[in-house]
Nanobody
Framework: QVQLVESGGGLVQPGGSLRLSCAASGSIFHIYGMGWYCQAPGKQRELVASITSGGSTNYADSVKGRFTISRDNAKNTVDLQMNSLKPEDTAVYYC??????????????WGQGTQVTVSS
């Protein structure tokens, strides 16, 4: 089994910064991809950024140039550096990982979410 735990959320003013972290633990053979999703009240969950084990990244258009995703394969962690935050970034942010737990075993796992609120 695999567990993902997020941290780093909180309340910040517009233009401020936050750094979200996610740590994966459990029966991990290999993590192929990791990503961050957000879900605002009344909206569907959306991809914010993703990164492969090889370091290839993908970002939502709304966060390009402001957010940076990174990962440490040795520690099974992924971070999201969030700069120039806007009120519309307010949402619950969820960590996601595509994890192999053994030969021929692949699953999709989610963290519990961490609240990010951008308000003056």
């Amino acid at each position: 089994q695999v567990q993902l735990v997020e941290s780093g959320g909180g309340l910040v003013q517009p233009g401020g910064s936050l750094r979200l972290s996610c740590a994966a633990s459990g029966s991990i053979f290999h993590i192929y991809g990791m990503g961050w999703y957000c879900q605002a009240p009344g909206k569907q969950r959306e991809l914010v950024a993703s990164i492969t084990s090889g370091g290839s990244t993908n970002y939502a258009d709304s966060v390009k140039g402001r957010f940076t995703i990174s990962r440490d394969n040795a520690k099974n962690t992924v971070d999201l550096q969030m700069n120039s935050l806007k009120p519309e970034d307010t949402a619950v942010y969820y960590c996601n990982a595509a994890v192999s737990t053994g030969w021929g075993k692949l699953g999709d796992y989610w963290g519990q979410g961490t609240q990010v609120t951008v308000s003056s």
